[in-house]
């Protein structure tokens, strides 16, 4: 596969990953590009931000849609949340 044929392969996969997500997730596109960008360049994502953003949601959206993709999110314990 060519390098044109593998990024016009994974600029598909993404508008097909973004279209199932808008179908649940609304309001949240600049924090599914950031996601999808941290997936395809192999690093790392920390998400934060008050509850009820959909963050888990998308993550699972996102896991279900990838193929051979296991995404293992990790939730924070009270007890590890700094208190001020």
Same mark, same amino acid.
């Given at each position: 596969?060519?390098?044109v044929?593998?990024?016009?392969?994974?600029?598909?996969?993404? $508008?097909?990953?973004?279209? &199932?997500?808008?179908?649940?997730?609304?309001?949240?596109?600049?924090?599914?590009?950031?996601?999808?960008? !941290?997936?395809? !360049?192999?690093?790392?994502?920390?998400l934060?931000?008050?509850?009820?953003?959909?963050?888990? $949601?998308?993550?699972?959206?996102?896991? &279900?849609?990838?193929?051979?993709?296991?995404?293992?999110?990790?939730?924070?314990?009270?007890?590890?949340?700094?208190?001020?």
């Amino acid at each position: 596969m060519s390098d044109v044929a593998a990024i016009q392969n994974l600029v598909e996969k993404r $508008t097909e990953l973004k279209k &199932e997500i808008a179908k649940i997730i609304v309001g949240q596109d600049e924090v599914v590009d950031q996601i999808l960008l !941290s997936i395809f !360049s192999g690093g790392h994502a920390l998400l934060v931000g008050v509850p009820g953003l959909a963050k888990m $949601t998308s993550l699972l959206l996102i896991r &279900e849609h990838l193929a051979g993709f296991s995404i293992k999110p990790v939730l924070p314990f009270l007890t590890l949340i700094p208190v001020n």
